[in-house]
């Protein structure tokens, strides 16, 4: 049973011509492969900056209904810093 990680956070992007931006990060992945480098196992990539954070933590659910079963999945990780919208996935 492979164990799924959910990993989110954002940072502070300078649009010329606007206010600072919250780009938000979400990371799914199966772990850290060890050999020949440390990397993510399995990862997917998913970015927004002016999207709403319940159209965009669907959009994550949506990949991960499709890509993994649940009932043979072990466990399931989200991690973050704790705000707002990550608590909300």
Same mark, same amino acid.
């Given at each position: 049973?492979?164990?799924?990680?959910?990993?989110?956070?954002?940072?502070?992007?300078?649009?010329?011509?606007?206010?600072? %931006?919250?780009?938000?990060? #979400?990371?799914? =992945?199966?772990?850290? /492969?060890?050999?020949?480098?440390?990397? @993510?196992?399995?990862?997917?990539?998913?970015?927004?900056?002016?999207?709403?954070?319940?159209?965009?933590?669907? %959009?994550?659910?949506?990949? #991960?209904?499709? =890509?993994?079963?649940? /009932?043979?999945?072990?466990?399931?990780? @989200?991690?973050?810093?704790?705000?707002?919208?990550?608590?909300?996935?």
């Amino acid at each position: 049973m492979p164990e799924l990680y959910v990993e989110a956070d954002e940072d502070h992007v300078k649009i010329r011509g606007s206010k600072p %931006k919250d780009a938000r990060l #979400i990371y799914v =992945h199966e772990g850290v /492969l060890d050999y020949p480098r440390r990397r @993510l196992k399995n990862a997917r990539y998913f970015t927004a900056v002016n999207k709403n954070p319940e159209e965009f933590w669907l %959009k994550v659910c949506d990949y #991960i209904e499709a =890509h993994y079963d649940f /009932l043979n999945t072990g466990q399931v990780f @989200l991690s973050g810093d704790g705000s707002p919208w990550i608590r909300a996935g």
